[in-house]
C-alpha cells in the first residue's frame, strides 16, 4: 500500500507548557512523517478540562495558543497536515458517547493513568478522568486512523481504543478502522530529572523535574546541573536504564537531539567526568530549544494567522469526521440528519 494513503494520528494536550519529553516522544517526529503519511495533528483541548490544575480563561487560551505555535514551531505544515483544536469539532464530544456506551465500567478502572490519578488526587476526582481515554478512542476512531503516534504512556489507552472499535464493529458492521499505534524506538518515555523511574510529566508541580520547551537557557543548564546521576567513582557513562537510570535518561535526551546513537555514547564520553558530560547535554539541549523558540516567538506573535490555521484545519477535520459520525449513526438506527 502507498504510505502516503496512510493516516497517522497525533495529539498533545495543551494543559500548561509542553517538555522536552512531548518534544522527544512524539513532536519532533511529524515534520518527517508529513512526507509519508496523511497526518491529522490535534490539539486536545477537552481532555485538558480534566486537569487538576484549574486555569483561568486567559491561561487556557494562551496554552491552546502556545501549544499550536509550537507546533508549527517544530515544522507541522497546515497545507501538508491537518491541524485543528480538539472543541472545534463537536463530532468528538458525540462520538465520545457513543463509545462511553460501548465501553464496560470495568475497562476504565482498569487504566494505569486512571488508577494513579485516584492515589494521587482522591477526593477531588472529576468524571472526565474516568471517561477521558473514550473521548481519546473518540479522536482516533473518527479519521480511519491507520497509525497513532504516542509515548510509551499512552499504550494502554490505544490497546483500549482497538477494543472498543473491534467490539462496535462486531455489533455493527465494520464501521470503524482498527488503528495501529506508532512508537519511535528510542525516547518514548523520557524520565523526570530528579526521579529517573518517573515519566517527565508537564503537570509535575516540582519544576526542576521538568525541561519545559519554554525554559530559557539559565533554567535548562540549572535543572540538568541538578539532575539525578549516581556516585561511581571513576565516573562511567553508558546507557543501561536498571542500573543507571540517570545517566541513561540523559544519555536519551543526548543521544535523540544529537543524533548520535545510544550504541556511540559510551566511546563519545569516555573519560569525561560527570561534570563535563551534563555541560555537553545541556549544550545539545539548548541548542535545540532555541531554535524552536525562534520560530515559536515568530509564530505565537500572530495570533490572527494561528487562529485562521486553527479554523481551516477543523473545517477539514469536520468534514471527515462527520462522515464517520453519521454512518456510526445510522448504523445505531439514530435519526440525525447530517
Ligand atoms: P499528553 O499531552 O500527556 O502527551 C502528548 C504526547 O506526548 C507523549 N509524552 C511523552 N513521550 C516521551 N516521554 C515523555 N516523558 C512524554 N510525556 C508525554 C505522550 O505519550 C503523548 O503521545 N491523551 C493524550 C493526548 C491525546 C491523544 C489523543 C494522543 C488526546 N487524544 C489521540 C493520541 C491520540 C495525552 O494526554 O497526551
Known amino acids: 500500500m502507498n504510505k502516503k494513503n496512510l493516516v497517522v494520528f497525533s495529539a498533545i494536550q495543551p494543559s500548561g507548557n509542553l517538555t522536552i519529553g512531548n518534544y522527544i516522544g512524539v513532536l519532533k517526529h511529524w515534520k518527517k512523517f508529513q512526507k509519508f503519511y496523511k497526518c491529522i495533528f490535534c490539539i486536545a483541548d477537552l481532555h485538558s478540562l480534566t486537569s487538576l490544575n484549574k486555569e483561568n480563561i486567559l491561561d487556557r487560551k494562551k496554552s491552546i495558543l502556545d501549544t499550536l505555535a509550537l507546533y508549527l514551531a517544530c515544522g507541522v505544515d497546515p497545507n501538508k497536515s491537518i491541524i485543528f483544536i480538539q472543541s472545534s469539532v463537536s463530532e468528538h464530544s458525540e462520538l465520545n458517547w457513543i463509545l462511553n456506551c460501548n465501553t464496560n ?21 472529576n468524571a472526565g478522568l474516568f471517561n477521558y481515554p473514550t473521548l481519546m478512542a473518540a479522536d482516533i476512531l473518527l479519521y480511519d486512523t491507520d497509525k497513532v503516534h504516542i509515548g510509551k504512556d499512552q499504550k494502554q489507552h490505544l490497546e483500549l481504543t482497538r477494543n472498543i472499535a473491534i467490539r462496535f464493529n462486531n455489533c455493527n458492521k465494520n464501521i470503524f478502522k482498527i488503528p495501529d499505534f506508532l512508537m519511535i524506538k528510542t525516547g518514548s518515555k523520557i524520565m523526570s530529572l530528579l526521579n529517573p523511574k518517573k515519566k517527565m510529566s508537564k503537570s509535575d508541580k516540582n519544576h526542576k523535574n521538568v525541561i519545559f520547551l519554554l525554559d530559557n537557557s539559565e533554567e535548562i543548564f540549572k535543572k540538568i546541573k541538578s539532575a ?20 541513561s535518561n540523559l544519555l536519551v535526551i543526548f543521544s535523540t537531539l544529537s543524533g548520535i546513537s ?17 555541560n555537553i547535554v545541556f549544550k545539545v539541549i539548548n541548542n535545540c530549544i532555541k531554535k524552536i523558540q525562534k520560530k515559536f516567538f515568530f509564530y505565537r506573535k500572530q495570533e490572527e494567522l494561528l487562529i485562521k490555521i486553527a479554523f481551516e484545519g477543523a473545517k477539514k477535520a469536520s468534514f471527515i469526521a462527520k462522515r464517520k459520525l453519521s454512518e456510526v449513526y445510522n448504523s445505531l438506527g439514530l435519526l440525525k440528519k447530517f
Do not use: A, H
Not at 107 to 114: A, D, G, S, V, Y
Not at 228 to 247: A, E, L, Q, R, W
Not at 263 to 277: A, N, P, T
Open 228 to 247: 539525578v546521576t549516581d556516585s561511581n567513582n571513576p565516573p562511567n557513562i553508558f546507557f543501561d536504564p536498571k542500573k543507571k537510570p540517570g545517566i
Open 105 to 125: 465500567f470495568k475497562e476504565l478502572m482498569r487504566m494505569t493513568q486512571f488508577k494513579n490519578s485516584l492515589k494521587n488526587i482522591n477526593n477531588n476526582l
Open 262 to 278: 545510544l550504541c556511540d555514547v559510551k566511546s563519545y564520553f569516555l573519560g569525561k567526568s560527570y561534570s563535563q558530560f551534563k
